[in-house]
């Protein structure tokens, strides 16, 4: 541990930059308890590298459960500009096997292997955009490295900061955001806790997310970007909310790892009758594998141990968004990927089959 940092501190006097096609091993170095079920993790690049983010993307982690790994998107939390580390901020869920690990068992020292930046979840850069930040629970995460961003950038903004939480107790991140909000002037933030158990004192209004609770808040909804993370029904509420308030689909951007993986049988590819195998080819991991007509192209890089990052399998994320060199896919996405991101050669290998031989650029 000890030649560990020593070796991160000497190789930082070089700055050279974390290069998320090859860098992925990373070191935790430090644990900070957020509120009762909720902890931030901070971690360094082994060798020092800086890394170079933008707030609202996220890293995806191989976390190691018993004789697994299980592989899992974190937001980052922290401020692009303190490109030395970055932060992640992860609540306990029950039965939720990754986050329990990473409360159980990272410790300082700890290195844990992850890929990324990763994620499309980013601000407008057009700083006369007005913003309306909505979170759920620990959907806050991708909302304060923006708030963070902000604040560090001193650039004039209009944001509204709406934070909604099951009760006060659950609040992350309640006291640092309050204080952001006293110096930054074009922040206004609105705490929403569902109920007040543990803090029956707490001045503001209850409840859940309403059309009546946004028209208060943001008068001017129809006028701003509206950029939300959340639980599934939290985003879902958000989302008819601020439609039939006047937002343009346009202006609405959300962020969610709910999304239901695909968990295709593991069956060799000559297996199937009448089914075609092709040649997959990951020219920069120089490794060439089998896939048949009918196995996604992901699926089966994993089986065969190709890195390849991805996170919903489903067509929706756009993580594994890679460039296809030469062949032809049959791809069925559910719009993790634009028209102009096809006609340039791009595919999704999470809901993409091969057509013909394939060379990959991974
Ligand atoms: S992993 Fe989400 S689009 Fe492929």
């Not at 998320?20 to 900070?32: A, G, W």
């Not at 959907?139 to 909604?164: K, W």
């Not at 030469?326 to 634009?338: A, K, L, P």
């Amino acid at each position: 541990m000890a030649t560990d940092l020593m070796q991160m501190q000497g190789n930082a006097q070089g700055l050279s930059d974390w290069d998320k096609e090859h860098d992925d091993t990373l070191v935790c170095i430090d644990i900070h308890q957020e509120t009762h079920d909720v902890r931030s993790f901070t971690f360094a690049s082994l060798e020092g590298k800086r890394f170079s983010f933008e707030s609202g993307q996220y890293f995806l982690f191989d976390i190691p459960v018993g004789n697994d790994v299980e592989a899992r998107c974190y937001s980052i939390s922290s401020s692009p500009h303190r490109p030395n580390t970055f932060t992640v901020t992860v609540k306990r869920v029950a039965n939720g096997r990754a986050s329990n690990w990473l409360h159980d068992n990272l410790a300082t020292g700890t290195k844990l292997k992850a890929q990324g930046p990763l994620g499309h979840f980013i601000r407008p850069r057009d700083t006369a955009r007005k913003l309306l930040l909505l979170s759920g629970g620990s959907g806050i995460t991708p909302v304060m490295s923006i708030v963070r961003d902000l604040a560090d950038r001193c650039e004039p903004a209009d944001v509204i900061f709406v934070h909604a939480a099951r009760t006060p107790l659950d609040l992350i991140f309640r006291q640092e955001l309050s204080w952001l909000a006293s110096r930054m002037k074009g922040l206004r933030l609105h705490f929403l806790p569902e109920g007040v158990d543990g803090e029956p004192s707490w001045p503001g209004l209850t409840g859940r997310i309403s059309p009546e609770f946004i028209k208060l808040a943001v008068p001017d909804i129809a006028d701003r970007t509206v950029m939300c993370c959340g639980p599934a029904p939290f985003m879902a509420a958000a989302r008819s909310i601020t439609s039939a308030l006047g937002v343009h689909p346009a202006n609405y951007l959300e962020e969610s790892f709910d999304a239901t993986v695909v968990d295709e049988a593991a069956i060799a590819p000559a297996e199937i009758p009448g089914n075609k195998v092709f040649q997959v080819e990951f020219s920069k991991q120089a490794r060439k594998i089998e896939v048949s007509s009918e196995q996604t192209v992901l699926s089966s890089a994993k089986k065969s141990g190709v890195r390849l990052p991805s996170s919903c399998s489903n067509g929706v994320c756009g993580t594994c968004k890679s460039k296809l060199l030469s062949g032809s896919v049959e791809m069925n996405h559910n719009g993790g990927i634009r028209q102009r991101e096809i006609d340039a050669g791009l595919f999704l290998p999470c809901c993409s089959k091969p057509l013909s031989d394939l060379v990959v650029d991974r």
